[in-house]
């Protein structure tokens, strides 16, 4: 497959006439919105957009990133700036841009092109896309002397024989979907403990016996996979598994991956110690960790994990949350308002002199290991190099205060838009907060009014609000986190009208979004071959189909339950395929 790809590039573009105008001034998206001044003519992703192309017999040059994402940042900075590059784009393709927050199934289409045909996912992706609708080749992060090259080698060689490279597009296309065939297998409580056995093996070969969590060069929490080891451990106890969730959520919580001074965790860590965080913060990630760290305290039997939870819980109370607007925002980028990566979260030598008494900025530098330099550009983060004692930790939780107070006056840049999906990730965190903190029950209760008042409408969701519109159709993730959260909601009310309305918003996820060929994550994709698939994988958000199914398992529900029952017997190779990629399913498989 690989090699087909390699057979688009050739020659030099030549310029075509081109009239049309940046699209995305006042968009609802944040994201898009950075994009509105860019010399590149971005189009919306629409029909319009798409017979637009089939007039014209232009690729489709689809760029899909994230607000907080900083190689997006970086992609736009070197390459949708420039004139040159510009200039080609608007010339020979139709760009458009696309916020992966508002259209996720499109960008997990997207996202599954890019790893079937070149190994490799991520953000931001790029994806050429014939007028008909076939993805035909997709890129990562490029620097612009590369990215131009390709661009302008994809534009000739569509000049010259555009036929064949829509019949390749079309053939790979078909190669995906003839995977979608659903094929049953009897489901046993044998399978599922099969299956269990097998998770925890790979996370016992995969884990980092050293620093905890998966991963050699950089490190990423993979709540998904830690929640199900978690449910796996509290199912069938294992002193290995022990010892690798001890450790990974202690170096999580430890390390450079939470911020100790304002609360919550960062996206994830360019080392594999957990030291050298990517600065932008993501609701669903602290909702989720949220979540683990407050089952990883009843499982394993460790309060101070609670203690993390609720500070994850105060991050996003603090940052993520506005008076004037129900719901919890999408996330915090890592550049500040200078433009400067992790600008709101270091600390330079000056500052902290200012800021603190020479006993104090001493057991700072000390605490800190300032005595060498730091690895970032902008200053000192907060992490632990030289254990205090106690009544130096004493000590140093007055210090975090006054530099908490401190920061508050530097400005974080946000994504405000809410999301119905992780508004429904939060509304579980809270929810399960409330059992053993009642302080954040009023929370919890917010987030529930807002999901069933403002975004659940005539039987069905919005996708999102922003700037006080409502945009989008919610796709498979929006309606199953929602009832999931609306669940966990109901048991902490115990009121049955909460109960019927999560089993109402279940109902209809069962029926818009699985068919007998599968799992679909739209129900109106503008591709030509809609993606369904017999089980969706774990991603940074749990698997959809998974979910779907645990929640079912847990109403009072027949038609759920014979819903979910028949969804458990499919999927099986896949899990075969990669086990550590399904490991949602395979605690939905242990549920029942």
Same mark, same amino acid.
């Given at each position: 497959?690989?090699?087909?790809?390699?057979?688009?590039?050739?020659?030099?573009?030549?310029?075509? &006439?081109?009239?049309?105008?940046?699209?995305?001034? !006042?968009?609802?998206?944040?994201?898009?919105?950075?994009?509105?001044?860019?010399?590149?003519?971005?189009?919306?992703?629409? +029909?319009?957009?798409?017979?637009?192309?089939? @007039?014209?017999?232009?690729?489709?040059?689809?760029? /899909?990133?994230?607000?907080?994402?900083?190689?997006?940042?970086?992609?736009?900075?070197?390459?949708?700036?420039?004139?040159? /590059?510009?200039?080609?784009?608007?010339?020979?393709?139709?760009?458009?841009?696309?916020?992966? =927050?508002?259209?996720?199934?499109? !960008?997990?289409?997207?996202?599954?092109?890019?790893?079937?045909?070149?190994?490799?996912?991520?953000?931001p992706l790029n994806v050429f896309i014939t007028p008909?609708?076939?993805?035909?080749?997709?890129?990562?992060?490029?620097?612009?002397?590369?990215?131009?090259?390709?661009?302008?080698?994809?534009?000739?060689?569509?000049?010259?024989?555009?036929?064949?490279?829509?019949?390749?597009?079309?053939?790979?296309?078909?190669?995906?979907?003839?995977?979608?065939?659903?094929?049953?297998?009897?489901?046993?409580?044998?399978?599922?403990?099969?299956?269990? =056995? @097998?998770?925890?093996?790979?996370?016992?070969?995969?884990?980092?016996?050293?620093?905890?969590?998966?991963?050699?060069?950089?490190?990423?929490?993979?709540?998904?996979?830690? +929640?199900?080891?978690?449910? +796996?451990? !509290?199912?069938?106890?294992?002193?290995?598994?022990?010892?690798?969730?001890?450790? &990974?959520?202690?170096?999580?919580?430890?390390?450079?991956?939470?911020?100790?001074?304002?609360?919550?965790? $960062?996206?994830?860590?360019?080392?594999?110690?957990?030291?050298?965080?990517?600065?932008?913060?993501?609701?669903?990630?602290?909702?989720?960790?949220?979540?683990?760290?407050?089952?990883?305290?009843?499982?394993?039997?460790?309060?101070?994990?609670?203690?993390?939870?609720?500070?994850?819980?105060?991050?996003?109370?603090?940052?993520?949350?506005?008076?004037?607007?129900?719901?919890?925002?999408?996330?915090?980028?890592?550049?500040?308002?200078?433009?400067?990566?992790?600008?709101?979260?270091?600390?330079?030598?000056?500052?902290?002199?200012?800021?603190?008494?020479?006993?104090?900025?001493?057991?700072?530098?000390?605490?800190?290991?300032?005595? &060498?330099?730091?690895?970032?550009?902008?200053?000192?983060?907060?992490?632990?190099?030289?254990?205090?004692?106690?009544? =130096?930790?004493?000590?140093?939780?007055?210090?975090?205060?006054?530099? @908490?107070?401190?920061?508050?006056?530097?400005?974080?840049?946000?994504?405000?838009?809410?999301?119905?999906?992780?508004?429904?990730?939060?509304?579980?965190? $809270?929810?399960?907060?409330?059992?053993?903190?009642?302080?954040?029950?009023?929370?919890?209760?917010?987030?529930?009014?807002?999901?069933?008042?403002?975004?659940?409408?005539?039987?069905?969701?919005?996708?999102?609000?922003?700037?006080?519109?409502?945009?989008?159709?919610?796709?498979?993730?929006?309606?199953?986190?929602?009832?999931?959260?609306?669940?966990?909601?109901?048991?902490?009310?115990g009121e049955q009208n909460d109960f019927a309305v999560?089993?109402?918003?279940?109902?209809?996820?069962?029926?818009?979004?699985?068919?007998?060929?599968?799992?679909?994550?739209?129900?109106?994709?503008?591709?030509?071959?809609?993606?369904?698939?017999?089980?969706?994988?774990?991603?940074?958000?749990?698997?959809?189909?998974?979910?779907?199914?645990?929640?079912?398992?847990?109403?009072?529900?027949?038609?759920?339950?014979?819903?979910?029952?028949?969804?458990?017997?499919?999927?099986?190779?896949?899990?075969?395929? !990669?086990?550590?990629?399904?490991?949602?399913?395979?605690?939905?498989?242990?549920?029942?």
């Amino acid at each position: 497959m690989r090699i087909m790809f390699l057979l688009l590039f050739g020659l030099i573009a030549s310029p075509l &006439t081109w009239g049309m105008s940046n699209q995305l001034k !006042d968009n609802l998206s944040p994201y898009l919105a950075l994009h509105s001044q860019d010399p590149v003519e971005w189009q919306e992703w629409n +029909a319009k957009t798409i017979e637009l192309a089939r @007039k014209q017999n232009k690729l489709l040059f689809v760029s /899909i990133g994230y607000f907080s994402c900083h190689w997006c940042h970086v992609m736009q900075k070197e390459s949708y700036r420039n004139p040159q /590059i510009a200039a080609l784009l608007n010339e020979n393709f139709i760009p458009v841009k696309v916020d992966r =927050e508002l259209m996720s199934s499109l !960008d997990a289409e997207m996202q599954d092109f890019s790893a079937r045909t070149n190994g490799r996912s991520g953000w931001p992706l790029n994806v050429f896309i014939t007028p008909e609708g076939y993805p035909l080749y997709a890129l990562l992060y490029a620097p612009p002397q590369d990215f131009y090259q390709v661009i302008a080698r994809l534009q000739s060689r569509w000049k010259e024989e555009s036929s064949q490279l829509k019949l390749i597009a079309k053939q790979v296309a078909d190669s995906g979907g003839e995977l979608n065939k659903l094929r049953a297998t009897k489901f046993s409580k044998a399978i599922a403990v099969r299956y269990r =056995e @097998k998770l925890i093996e790979e996370a016992l070969a995969r884990g980092d016996t050293f620093n905890g969590g998966f991963g050699s060069v950089n490190k990423f929490p993979m709540t998904p996979q830690l +929640a199900a080891l978690l449910e +796996a451990y !509290d199912q069938a106890p294992q002193p290995k598994l022990r010892m690798l969730l001890n450790l &990974t959520l202690d170096k999580m919580a430890s390390q450079g991956l939470r911020d100790h001074i304002g609360g919550g965790f $960062f996206r994830y860590t360019t080392d594999p110690d957990w030291r050298v965080p990517h600065f932008e913060k993501m609701l669903y990630d602290n909702a989720q960790l949220a979540l683990l760290y407050l089952r990883a305290a009843d499982v394993l039997k460790m309060p101070k994990y609670r203690t993390t939870a609720f500070e994850a819980l105060d991050f996003i109370l603090d940052e993520l949350h506005n008076v004037e607007s129900a719901g919890f925002m999408t996330s915090t980028s890592a550049i500040d308002a200078q433009g400067r990566e992790g600008g709101v979260y270091l600390w330079d030598k000056e500052t902290l002199k200012n800021l603190l008494s020479t006993g104090e900025y001493e057991l700072l530098s000390k605490t800190w290991g300032m005595a &060498t330099p730091s690895v970032f550009e902008w200053g000192y983060l907060p992490i632990t190099i030289t254990e205090p004692s106690k009544e =130096e930790s004493e000590t140093l939780k007055r210090i975090y205060t006054k530099l @908490k107070k401190s920061r508050r006056g530097r400005i974080i840049l946000k994504d405000d838009k809410r999301l119905a999906a992780l508004n429904g990730l939060a509304l579980m965190a $809270f929810s399960e907060a409330a059992k053993v903190a009642p302080i954040y029950k009023p929370a919890a209760r917010e987030v529930a009014q807002f999901l069933t008042e403002e975004m659940w409408h005539s039987q069905k969701l919005y996708k999102a609000k922003s700037k006080g519109r409502f945009t989008g159709e919610g796709e498979l993730e929006d309606y199953v986190f929602v009832a999931a959260g609306l669940l966990r909601y109901a048991k902490l009310t115990g009121e049955q009208n909460d109960f019927a309305v999560a089993k109402n918003v279940a109902n209809q996820a069962w029926k818009m979004f699985y068919t007998e060929k599968g799992w679909r994550q739209q129900t109106n994709s503008l591709l030509a071959k809609q993606l369904t698939e017999k089980v969706i994988g774990d991603s940074s958000v749990p698997s959809p189909s998974s979910e779907l199914i645990k929640v079912s398992l847990q109403m009072n529900d027949k038609q759920l339950h014979k819903e979910a029952l028949e969804a458990l017997q499919s999927g099986f190779e896949e899990m075969d395929q !990669d086990v550590f990629s399904y490991a949602t399913h395979i605690t939905a498989l242990n549920t029942h």
